[in-house]
Structures are given as structure tokens and as C-alpha cells.
């Protein structure tokens, strides 16, 4: 989801691209950062000015799980905390008469040699349903949409959307990268219009605001 860093491009979070599908009424703050849980996005102290400058009517989109989920690293949230921290992000965000709106991590490409998408969220990705069906928060579910969309262009044809660079392709990258994880610009594109069509299957007041619907009925 987060704004990229010049040097990692074409490495690409879908936030970026997010942005550009509204129309003049509104802003698009991206307070994603790479590499943070639950945990350590609020130990970093990165939620509170969120919530200090929440103004009625706002909408936080709120996706984490890629860092929580592996044990193997310093982020690790368990999954108590992880279902306490996303209480917190929805409870303090309605404090301020703001919507959240919770999102499943989008899927790793990670076929197996039969060529099945495994799925590598499926623990975590459920903890957030359930924080949304406890609280009644509107669920954007990106694991289940962009295992659909990977599902659909296979093991092959799916590269095209993660940063898969050959060596000597990308000055950024010399030695080249295979990247299952993150976005190059195509790939965030198509995960920012999952998240609208996500808009629009809500029926958010924010689905009149997206200023490509047309576009996106064709998607």
C-alpha cells in the first residue's frame, strides 16, 4: 500500500496509483509504511497523528497482516495482539465520527508446482473478518479478490504484476529481482481498482467521488 522510495522503483504500492481515481473533492493521505505490523506501527507512535487529525466524515483504510504473520519476524504480532490492535485502529477512528474500513493483504504469487495458488494469508486474513464481523466494519477482502485475479492469470502471466526485473533491466536492480510480494506499477494499478470496485460493492458515499466508474465497469 505505501509510497515507494525513488531507488526502489518500479517497485510500486498500490496506494500510489489509489489516489488518481477520485475526483476533485477528494484527498488521499497514504500513512503506509513498508515493513511495519500492527505492533510497530503503533510503537512507532505513526497512529496516533492519524487519529489526532481524523475530521468527521473521513474514511481510514486500514490493511495490515504481510509483517504480523511471520513468526520469523521482528514485526511478529501474535494473534490476539493483532485482533487487539485492529479493535483499537476502528474504535479510536469512530471516536472521531471517521469510518474505517478493513482490508485483507493482498495474495502472495505463490504457485505450487501444479500450478495452484497457495494461500499464504489464510490464518490472518480470517482474524481481520472476524474483527469486521464483531464490530460491523465494512470489509474490503483483497486476499480472496486478488487470489481471484492471480487465479485467472496463472503462474506465468501473473510476474507481470510483482517486480520481476532481469539483470542489468533496472539500474535500481542490477543483478535483477524476483519479487512474489511487491507491486510494479501495473500490479498496484490493478490492486487500487480491487479496492475501488471494493468502494462499489459497499455503496460507500466515496463510490460517487471515484472519477473513472465507467472505466472501471469494464475492468
Not at 86 to 113: G, M, N, S
Not at 120 to 128: D, G, N, P, V, W
Not at 145 to 166: A, T
Amino acid at each position: 500500500m505505501s509510497d515507494k522510495e525513488v531507488m526502489a522503483y518500479p517497485e510500486t504500492g498500490w496506494g500510489m496509483p489509489f489516489k488518481y481515481y477520485f475526483n476533485e473533492t477528494v484527498t488521499v493521505e497514504n500513512h503506509a509504511r513498508n515493513g511495519r505490523s500492527t505492533r510497530t506501527f503503533l510503537e512507532e507512535g505513526r497512529w496516533q497523528p492519524i487519529v489526532q487529525n481524523l475530521e468527521k466524515g473521513d474514511y481510514v483504510f486500514i490493511q495490515f497482516a504481510h509483517n504480523d504473520e511471520v513468526k520469523t519476524k521482528e514485526q511478529y504480532t501474535t494473534p490476539k495482539a493483532f485482533k487487539e490492535n485492529l479493535t483499537k485502529f476502528v474504535i479510536e477512528t469512530r471516536q472521531k465520527e471517521a469510518q474505517p474500513i478493513l482490508l485483507t493483504p493482498v495474495a502472495r504469487r505463490h504457485f505450487d508446482k501444479e500450478g495452484h495458488l497457495i494461500d499464504t494469508h489464510k490464518q490472518y486474513s480470517q482474524l481481520i473478518r472476524e474483527v469486521a464481523q464483531k464490530h460491523d466494519v465494512p470489509l474490503i477482502d483483497m486476499d480472496m479478490r486478488s487470489q481471484v485475479l492471480l487465479h485467472k492469470l496463472g503462474p506465468e502471466d501473473s510476474k507481470f504484476l510483482y517486480n520481476y526485473i532481469e539483470p542489468g533491466q533496472n539500474p535500481h536492480y542490477p543483478e535483477g529481482r524476483s519479487d512474489d510480494t511487491h507491486f510494479n506499477e501495473y500490479g498496484a494499478r490493478r490492486m487500487a481498482e480491487l479496492v475501488l470496485h471494493g468502494i462499489e460493492d459497499l455503496e460507500l458515499d466515496l463510490a460517487q467521488r471515484i472519477a473513472y466508474r465507467r472505466t472501471l465497469q469494464n475492468l
